[in-house]
C-alpha cells in the first residue's frame, strides 16, 4: 500500500502496465493486496525451488582473488545440486505472452494531487539480436536520448526555458529480452501538450538528425567518463558484470564499445525503437 501511495511509484508502473496490459508486466512483482493473503507456504517453497537453482543464477567475484581457486570453490558447492531444466520454457511462455499483450493508449487515475502527474510510455518492438550487438544497441539508444534530454543538451535548455519541462522532469528505459521500453514523466498542468513535445522533439531529431551531432563527441565523453567512475567501485563493478543476454559485457568491455560508436549507430538505434513503437499516456491527478 505504500507504494499505492506514492505517485511517482505508481506513475512507472501503471504506465508499464498500460504498455503490456494483462501480460506479467502488468502486475506489481509483489502481487496485490488480495493475492499476498492467498499465498502458502507450499507455493513460497515451490517457487523457490523452481527459480533459485544453478542454472539460473550468476555468480559475479571482483577483487583481489585466486580465480583458479575460487573456481573449485564455486564447483565443490554447486556440482552436486539438481537443475531446473523447465525454466528456459517458462521464458518463452511469458515472452509471447508480453508480445501479444494490448497497449492501452490513455489512462487517467485520481489521488487529489496539487499538480498532475503524467507518464509518456512508449513501447519498443521485442528484439531478436544478443551479445555484443545487444550491449551496442543499449547502449547507443541511452546516448540518443541523453543527445535530447540530458541536462547539457541544447533542447533540454529550450524546453525548459519555455517551461514545458521542469526540475520534476525525467526519463527511464529498460531492455530485457522480450521487451525494451521508454518512459517520461513530468509533474505538469499541460500533460498532452508535455508529451507531444516529448513526440515531437523525438521524431525531429530522428528526421534531422544533423541537429544534435555537434554534441555527440560531448556525450560520448560523458558516457566513458561515468563508466570510468563506476571503476571505482567494487560493488559498481560487479552489478556491471552483464549477464547471458549481452553477452557477460562488462563496464570496461562498455568503454570500448562507447569509443567505437558512431553518430549514424545510435541513431539507426533510436529508430529501430521509435519507427517500431507504441505510446501510453497516463495521467494522475
Known amino acids: 500500500m505504500m507504494y499505492q501511495d506514492d505517485p511517482s511509484s505508481r506513475i512507472y ?7 503490456y496490459s494483462e501480460s506479467p508486466l502488468s502486475f506489481d512483482i509483489a502481487g496485490s493486496k488480495s ?3 492467498k499465498i502458502t507456504p507450499e507455493e513460497l517453497y515451490d517457487t523457490y525451488h523452481q527459480y533459485y537453482v544453478p542454472n539460473n543464477m550468476t555468480l559475479v567475484v571482483v577483487g583481489k582473488v585466486d580465480v583458479t581457486k575460487i573456481i573449485s570453490e564455486v564447483k565443490g558447492h554447486f ?4 537443475t531446473n531444466n523447465s525454466i528456459e520454457n517458462l521464458k518463452k511462455i511469458v515472452n509471447q505472452e508480453i508480445e501479444n499483450s494490448l497497449v492501452i493508449p490513455y489512462k487517467k487515475t485520481t489521488m487529489k494531487l496539487s499538480t498532475p502527474k503524467v ?7 521485442q528484439i531478436n539480436f544478443f551479445g555484443r550487438t545487444f550491449s551496442r544497441y543499449e547502449l547507443s539508444l541511452g546516448m540518443f536520448l541523453e543527445l535530447i534530454f540530458s541536462e547539457d543538451s541544447d533542447i533540454y535548455q529550450r524546453l525548459y526555458d519555455n517551461q514545458i519541462i521542469n526540475d520534476s522532469f525525467g526519463f527511464d528505459f529498460d531492455i530485457e529480452d522480450g521487451y525494451q521500453f521508454l518512459i517520461f514523466a513530468e509533474d505538469t498542468k499541460k500533460t498532452e501538450k508535455f508529451c507531444d513535445i516529448i513526440l515531437a522533439e523525438i521524431n525531429d531529431c530522428l528526421v534531422n538528425p544533423k541537429k544534435i551531432e555537434s554534441q555527440f563527441e560531448l556525450i560520448k565523453n560523458e558516457e566513458i567518463g561515468d563508466h570510468f567512475a563506476l571503476m571505482d567501485s ?3 563493478i560487479a552489478n556491471q558484470m552483464g549477464d547471458r543476454l549481452n553477452d557477460f559485457t562488462n563496464v570496461y568491455d562498455e568503454v570500448e564499445i562507447i ?3 558512431s553518430f549514424n549507430e545510435i541513431i539507426d538505434a533510436a529508430k529501430n525503437f521509435f519507427e517500431n513503437s507504441q505510446t501510453t499516456r497516463n495521467v494522475i491527478i
Open 13 to 19: 508502473f501503471d504506465t508499464i502496465a498500460s504498455l
Open 234 to 236: 567494487i560493488s559498481g
Open 79 to 82: 556440482l552436486n545440486l539438481t
Open 35 to 37: 493475492s499476498i493473503f
Open 259 to 261: 569509443k567505437n560508436l
Open 119 to 125: 507518464g509518456l510510455g512508449i513501447r519498443g518492438p
